[in-house]
């Protein structure tokens, strides 16, 4: 059974840091692009920011740029997300996903986001004012 697995999500302040963790199991996603989505109560399901296969290509939103890093380790079948500067509109459940075609990427983010196809459970990040 293919499974992704969320951890690290909490709260924290506005300024603050977060990592949150998302480790695969069932099967291996080490050719595939990995993705960070959100959503807020009420709102749209944003994709957040996406890594190729390799670490050598990565996406994001501009509201997130310079204030997340996403990374991985294909050793550990594990991606990262490092949240820094955290602001009350972060707050979202955000969720690991794997995209569906192996070695793929593409910058056409509203098409790429939408083919990701294995999907974690979320976490929730809260950041308060």
């Known amino acids: 059974q293919v499974q992704l697995v969320e951890s690290g999500g909490g709260l924290v302040q506005a300024g603050g840091s977060l990592s949150v963790s998302c480790v695969a199991s069932g099967r291996t996603f080490n050719n595939n692009a990995m993705g960070w989505f959100r959503q807020a109560p009420g709102k749209e399901r944003e994709f957040v920011t996406a890594?190729?296969?390799?670490?050598?290509?990565?996406y994001y939103l501009d509201t997130v740029k310079g204030r997340f890093t996403i990374s991985r380790d294909n050793a550990k079948n594990t991606v990262y997300l490092q949240m820094n500067s955290l602001k009350p509109e972060d707050t979202a459940v955000y969720y690991c996903a794997a995209h569906g075609v192996p070695l793929y990427w593409s910058y056409n983010s509203g098409r790429f986001g939408s083919e990701f196809r294995y999907w974690g459970q979320g976490t929730q990040v809260t950041v308060s004012s």
């Open positions: 890594i190729n296969w390799n670490g050598e290509r990565t």
